[in-house]
């Protein structure tokens, strides 16, 4: 049985430093900061097995012009429990505690080819994404980014809005794609842009990796490919008013489907 509560606490705060370390291998965040944020709008949600902190989502009070908003920073799960939920239950959790405070929006980034997190933020939480950031930490020495510039999805999830709390279900049966995915002669699979694109459509579709880190694992010069080919789509379509909406898994390979960000209704329901 895995609990959900709020986090406040000195002795808690320094339960999620020990796992935020167990789960990046990088200096935690200073214990004074994640206090003075829960102090100040911020607000952390733990994910307890009896007296255990298994996983933990850490956010703090944003503003950008002239909207304020909750930037859901950091998601972390133990290794041991990963793949059973946790990660959905602390989202929602965040999500109750945040409309109390009166936010009506969060936001958060992750690594477009991470798409075990784009399911989660997308098609399971009804998140949309937007806004594409290039190399947006820098060059990060972790595992899981290390060798690869830190692009990354803006989530934006619309707390309050008829899309996430109807729900609502995007019709993809006539998506166009706007890539391919080929394979190599080492069996891997790499990315071939669809030529001569209007970008005129309803909905589009585009391939990633199911395994982004084996991938990289296997050929590095591959992943980068990955990385730069799908930063340049997705710009473009993001620029044109399509918006990521959905994550598809399918057998080989998963897929984004994009739509005009205009379809949706992302208004509060307050």
Known sequence: MI??????????????????????GMPAIPLHQTLTAVKNGGIVVGAYQEDKLVGFSYGFSGFREGTSYLC????????????????????????????????DLMIWT????????AYLN?????????????NCYGEMQDGFNKGLPSDRFEVSWH??????????????????????????KQGLLCLKITENLK?????YVLPVPKDFQALKA?????????????????????????????????????????VKKA????????
């Not at 609990?3 to 990046?24: G, M, N, P, S, Y």
């Not at 992750?110 to 997190?117: A, C, H, K, Q, Y």
């Not at 010069?221 to 044109?240: C, E, I, P």
């Open 199 to 203: 970008l005129t459509e309803e909905a």
């Open 218 to 258: 296997q050929n590095p010069s591959l992943a980068l490919d990955w990385r730069f080919k799908t930063r340049n789509l997705l710009k473009q379509l993001f620029s044109a008013g399509y918006a990521a909406v959905l994550l598809q898994q399918k057998e080989y390979f998963n897929e984004y489907v994009l």
């Open 110 to 117: 992750f690594d477009p080819l991470e798409t075990r997190n």
């Open 3 to 24: 609990d959900i509560r709020e986090i406040k606490t000195i002795e808690e705060l320094e339960q999620v430093q020990q796992l935020e370390f167990a789960v990046w």
């Open 122 to 134: 997308l098609s399971k939480l009804k998140g949309v994404c937007y806004t594409y950031i290039e």
């Open 263 to 270: 379809t949706l209704n992302l208004e509060g329901t307050n």
């Open 72 to 103: 859901s920073h950091m998601l972390g799960i133990d290794q041991n429990y990963r793949s059973l939920g946790i990660g959905e239950k602390l989202k929602y959790k965040q999500r109750a505690i945040a409309i109390e405070q009166g936010y």
């Open 159 to 184: 707390l309050t809005s008829d899309y996430v709390v109807n729900n609502t279900e995007i019709e993809v049966a006539n998506a166009i794609p706007v890539a391919s995915c080929e394979l190599t």
